[in-house]
């Protein structure tokens, strides 16, 4: 898919592209996709929404940053799809409504600082020491964003300890499970925390590659 790709907003690469695999799936698995809501918390480019709304999905799309919401909503415009826009914090900016299905490829590359990034592109990709500065509280919320027999899509890597995302899920009351892996060699920005990396046993010596998974929570109908 051809998308606007500006500085600052994350670029579609294979965890989008795991994810929205996975999104077709599930939409194809239901009966009416056309009726489906979905929610998408940091769209970036709104590649992903794109194509939900390209099979006919309501689509609602989040990202806290006004860049990315003009580039998702340039891209929506040229792939002429619709994708309704909001400004805010995760599921912030839709508290109270429930969605059939969220999905979030969200920052969860292992940094040295605590804290998420307040500007520059790391803010696309960066989730503190562990990497799940944004996974736990994406999966602390998820529950409460999802309608009876709704379902969430997270893709992370396996440098960000998927188990404590399907241990936090579980927590939630939601049904997690992987549905869908690809293993691919480090890109730039991983390539250049290696060693870092490997002092802090998020990798063991030498191994320059990470597996990606899409994990998916279902709450009960």
């Known amino acids: 898919m051809m998308l606007l790709r500006p500085p600052g907003v994350y670029p579609p690469q294979g965890d989008s592209a795991l994810l929205a695999r996975a999104l077709i799936e599930e939409l194809s698995a239901r009966r009416a996709p056309g009726r489906a809501e979905v929610l998408e918390l940091g769209t970036g480019s709104g590649a992903v929404a794109v194509v939900a709304a390209g099979m006919g999905a309501r689509v ?3 990202d806290v940053s006004w860049l990315a919401l003009a580039t998702a909503w ?4 040229l792939r002429r799809r619709r994708v309704h826009l909001r400004h805010g914090d995760l599921g912030a900016p839709v508290r109270g409504r429930r969605f059939d299905l969220v999905v979030s490829n969200p920052p969860y590359v292992p940094a040295r600082s605590a804290g998420a990034p307040g500007h ?3 803010r696309a990709w960066d989730a503190g020491p562990d990497g799940r500065l944004l996974l736990d509280r994406i999966c602390r919320q998820a529950a ?10 997270l893709v992370q890597s396996s440098l960000a300890a998927p188990a404590a995302t399907l241990d936090a899920l579980a927590a939630a009351g939601l049904r997690p499970r992987i549905v869908a892996r690809r293993r691919q060699p480090f890109g730039p920005v991983m390539s250049a925390r ?4 490997e002092q ?4 063991p010596r030498g191994v320059r590659d990470e597996e990606l998974v899409v994990i ?4 009960p109908a």
């Open 74 to 77: 340039i891209n929506s415009r």
């Open 120 to 122: 520059g592109p790391e």
């Open 200 to 203: 802090q046993g998020l990798i």
């Open 216 to 219: 998916r929570g279902a709450r």
């Open 60 to 62: 609602t799309a989040v």
């Open 194 to 197: 290696a060693a870092w990396f």
């Open 144 to 153: 409460g964003l999802l309608g009876p027999g709704g379902a969430v899509l």
